[in-house]
């Protein structure tokens, strides 16, 4: 190995590539295979000129049917370098799909209805409600006001006034200590005695009993 | 169209500056995997690999560093030296004797460079003897002798000094001169015999 190394310096020096290859004029190759006849250390250097011609010889291979079909498969065209604008058309024409477009006109149309249903009229927008603080102040005063409908829709309900009233028929009975209570304060025990004096049978009883009396009457009452 | 105008263009999204590119250069980097595989479905997998990697890096190219055919053979050989240090296990190591076809037994007279005799057979013993070689030297060998490089090309595309190169190439050379020495019918065609 080392001597091949050295070698190229050896008598053949630069011409080495050129006898190689066989470009030495005819005087210089002859001079040159002469040497190397009787050099030991250039003898591989014939070999490997041998090598060279032989390499030389062989025909480009012809490439595989449809390779470059795949080739162009594969790759398409290299991506363009994507400018703003690319992007926004990029981003323009998905929003012209069909099923994206289908999709937004939903979206918009449950959120026409959601407004509608909340009494908010697009005409009334003005550029000063676009604030964050007027949208804050806007969103918070339509939550109290929906609120307040609600709390007053649920106390209109005729169910729910019914209970409520009996609940205060029987408000007084609920505070009224047990009969059984030693306590002998006369405050406690006058006011009850003149509020519902025709209820004293009431009392007896258990609440969740009158209450059931109180759902079973309704139909009376109606 | 010079090469900086067809990247340009390629850049651009122009379909058909591409087109142009791989049909090119899609011979000779196919040539070049097979040279240095010595596997024709492995070249082609390969060969597709690089256009991909061209594909995909194209923007890196600077027409200032030399052609772009040069810039696509160093894309290859880093593909395939990657290749080759992947594969080096699965890679069984066939005898030289087993692997090379015998041409005497088909060739009554002595095949020489010069004469076109059993041309894909010279050709098949030669591609064996060349996958013989280091992928140091046989890369050299290759980018030299087969694809017909300048050595300055040679270096951008091995990218070590041109004295390397012409020392691979040689060395390369003599390495392969000794494996087809022992080949039968690959007699020294200048009847130049070593002392």
């Known amino acids: ?222 | 169209m010079d090469d900086a105008e067809l990247v340009r263009r390629c850049l651009a999204g122009d379909g058909a500056a591409w087109e142009e590119v791989v049909h090119s250069q899609t011979r000779r980097l196919y040539n070049l995997c097979y040279r240095f595989t010595g596997r024709r479905e492995e070249a082609e997998d390969l060969t597709q690999e690089v256009f991909l990697r061209v594909f995909r890096t194209l923007n890196s190219y600077n027409p200032e560093q030399g052609p772009l055919g040069v810039w696509m053979h160093r894309v290859a050989r880093n593909l395939l030296i990657d290749h080759y240090r992947a594969t080096r296990k699965q890679r069984l190591a066939v005898p030289l004797d087993d692997a090379l076809p015998h041409l005497e037994q088909k060739e009554s007279g002595v095949p020489r460079p010069d004469r076109a005799l059993a041309q894909s057979e010279v050709s098949a013993a030669v591609q064996q003897a060349l996958t013989r070689l280091s992928p140091d030297l046989r890369e050299a060998v290759i980018l030299r002798d087969l694809q017909g490089l300048e050595y300055r090309e040679i270096s951008q595309v091995l990218e070590i000094p041109e004295g390397t190169v012409k020392s691979r190439i040689n060395r390369g050379r003599a390495e392969l001169g000794k494996l087809m020495k022992r080949l039968p019918g690959f007699e020294n065609p200048e009847g130049i015999t070593a002392p």
């Open chain 1, 1 to 222: 190995m080392r001597t091949r190394r050295e070698s190229p310096r050896h008598e053949l020096g630069e011409r080495l590539q050129d006898y190689l290859e066989g470009g030495l004029a005819a005087a210089e190759q002859a001079a040159a295979e002469a040497h190397i006849r009787t050099c030991a250390r250039c003898a591989e250097w014939a070999e490997a000129r041998h090598a060279t011609r032989w390499l030389r010889q062989l025909q480009p291979v012809e490439t595989p049917p449809g390779l470059e079909t795949r080739i162009l498969a594969l790759t398409v065209a290299p991506p363009p370098q994507e400018s703003f604008w690319a992007v926004l058309e990029l981003g323009w024409r998905m929003l012209l799909q069909p099923r994206f477009a289908l999709g937004l006109a939903a979206a918009l149309f449950s959120l026409a209805l959601v407004l509608n249903a909340m009494n908010v009229s697009t005409a009334d927008v003005r550029v000063a409600d676009l604030n964050p603080v007027n949208l804050y102040r806007a969103v918070n005063r339509q939550a109290q006001q929906g609120y307040a409908r609600g709390v007053r829709f649920v106390n209109d309900l005729w169910l729910v006034y019914e209970i409520r009233s009996r609940l205060e028929e029987m408000a007084p009975t609920s505070e009224q200590p047990p009969a059984s209570s030693p306590s002998g304060n006369p405050n406690q025990s006058t006011p009850k005695q003149e509020k519902k004096p025709e209820n004293s049978s009431d009392r007896a009883r258990p609440q969740w009993l009158l209450a059931c009396q109180g759902f079973g009457g309704l139909g009376e009452l109606r």
